[in-house]
């Protein structure tokens, strides 16, 4: 009889299309696509800073590695493309990535910023904080996220 239903399962995972992994399997990454939407400040705050917080953001997490990649339009500008992040907190209910850009303008002045962005994964809310480092600003933005991979 257990020899029997052993056929059966293997018969069906066949048909299926489902793979036994012979090896363990390495943990995915996986990928959130988040919009926001920046508070609104006084012109004269936040003119300077208005861009800091992108209203589009690519997280890719492996959780195994405890690494993130950040992309938004942003880095794209400054690096041409994605930066690695830090992966500050990762659990059941909430992920939390930190991101520095550093950027110099056409003056030669150099400007540092630090990105915090924590989504709460059961609501799939997202707050992102930006602080331009030597400015005593700290900006804000609410939105939510969507898990694509």
Do not use: H
């Not at 959130?32 to 609104?40: G, K, L, P, S, W």
């Not at 799939?124 to 030597?134: E, M, Q, S």
């Amino acid at each position: 009889m257990r020899v029997l239903t052993i056929i059966k399962a293997t018969a069906l995972a066949v048909i299926v299309g489902w793979v036994v992994p012979t090896a363990p399997a390495k943990a995915e990454e996986v990928t959130y696509e988040c919009v926001a939407q920046r508070r609104q400040y006084p012109s004269e705050v936040w003119g300077r800073f208005r861009n800091l917080i992108q209203p589009r953001m690519v997280f890719v997490v492996d959780e195994a590695a405890r690494t993130a990649t950040v992309w938004d339009p942003l880095i794209e500008q400054v690096y041409g493309g994605a930066v690695e992040g830090n992966l500050r907190e990762e659990s059941d209910r909430k992920l939390v990535v930190t991101w520095n850009i550093f950027s110099r303008g056409f003056n030669l002045a150099q400007a540092r910023m630090e990105f915090r962005a924590s989504l709460i994964k059961q609501s799939n809310k997202l707050i992102v904080t930006a602080v331009p480092i030597g400015y005593p600003e700290r900006f804000f933005a609410r939105g939510g996220c969507v898990q694509t991979s």
